[in-house]
């Protein structure tokens, strides 16, 4: 299902667009005819009095043959530009009824794929409630997890402190991720909002990326990683970080949903967790201000030993 959530991702926003394009066209067109209504009743007027039904003797002018012959060359000068207001409108008219037809066609899929893609997520959500088989470093301390964060005011401070939350864990067995520095995939499918230490709207600044995404967009792990932490923390919400090696820490926050449990070893694309949906929460669509339908924002942050470094000198992004 996976491949067709991404297809249904990457083509709904420009659907959407196609989609208010029709309808704007629509209006337009719907608009000029409407103007044009008595225009279009006198065009029909003529045009039904020159039928193939009529009469010769109706051309004939009262003035006689000298005015018939300046009314008949008036009328060979007249009768092109009304057929070819005929043509225009019945263009017109056509254009309307495929555009209706368009978005009626439209509308029916972004229903249909919306309807999929939800399906998609609650068995997704269902399969890792139900999940047992995932293999396990170690054990979460609550008591000691409860203490780190109070103790703790930036994520720096909480990162430096993982090690003591954990109980009989055992040795790291995944494989190193340093050949695949600069080419790991992005954990969401969305665009870079903000760089790594620039400035958001309220002057702050902070070492890791912003990503805008679409609303419930699914976030996965990039690469195969143990789940140091799962949870709430600080000011970023629900977080996750993952270890794919030791000194190195792969911070993803502002999550809606999280699927990871602290101490999992989690498998390259395993779900995390789902971005939220504004919309559906009847919050303020434009935290970020993210555009092109995008309306959720992801943080990562990767930290090398104890020191952050810039995520995209890990991840393969087109920085837009």
């Given amino acids: ?42 065009l029909l007027g003529v045009l039904s009095s020159l039928g193939s039904t009529a009469a010769p003797e109706a051309l004939l002018h009262p003035a006689g043959p000298v005015g018939s012959a300046r009314a008949g060359m008036l009328l060979a000068a007249v009768t092109p530009g009304l057929a070819q207001e005929a043509r225009d409108l019945r263009s017109d008219l056509d254009e309307v009824a495929q555009l209706r037809t368009l978005q009626e066609s439209a509308a029916r899929t972004l229903r249909e794929g919306l309807a999929g893609v939800q399906a998609a997520r609650t068995e997704l959500s269902q399969a890792v409630a139900d999940r047992t088989d995932l293999p396990m470093r170690f054990t979460e301390d609550p008591v000691r997890t409860a203490i780190l964060i109070s103790a703790t005011e930036t994520l720096e401070g909480f990162a430096s402190g993982l090690s003591n939350i954990s109980q009989g864990e055992a040795p790291n067995t995944l494989p190193p991720v340093d050949a695949r520095r600069g080419s790991l995939p992005l954990p969401v499918r969305g665009q870079v909002l903000r760089a790594a230490g620039e400035a958001d709207a309220a002057g702050v600044s902070r070492p890791g990326i912003v990503i805008a995404t679409l609303p419930q967009a699914i976030v ?25 090696q030791p000194d190195l820490l792969i911070v993803l926050a502002g999550l809606d949903e999280t699927y990871a449990a602290t101490g999992e070893i989690l498998s390259e694309g395993a779900p995390v967790g789902l971005m939220g949906d504004a919309a559906r929460d ?11 339908g995008r309306t959720e924002t992801l943080y990562i942050e990767v930290r090398e030993g104890d020191a952050p470094v810039d995520p995209l000198e890990w991840f393969a992004s087109d920085k837009g």
């Fill in 1 to 42: 299902a996976d491949p067709h959530r991404r297809a249904y991702e990457d083509g709904s926003p420009p659907l959407r667009d196609g989609l208010r394009e029709a309808a704007v066209r629509e209006t337009e067109l719907s608009r000029r005819l409407a103007a044009q209504e008595g225009e279009v009743a006198q």
């Fill in 220 to 244: 996965t792990t990039p690469t195969a990683a143990t789940v140091r932490y799962s949870g709430p923390l600080l000011d970023y919400g629900l977080v996750t970080i993952l270890e794919p």
């Fill in 282 to 292: 009847g919050a303020s669509p434009s935290r970020e201000g993210s555009g092109a």
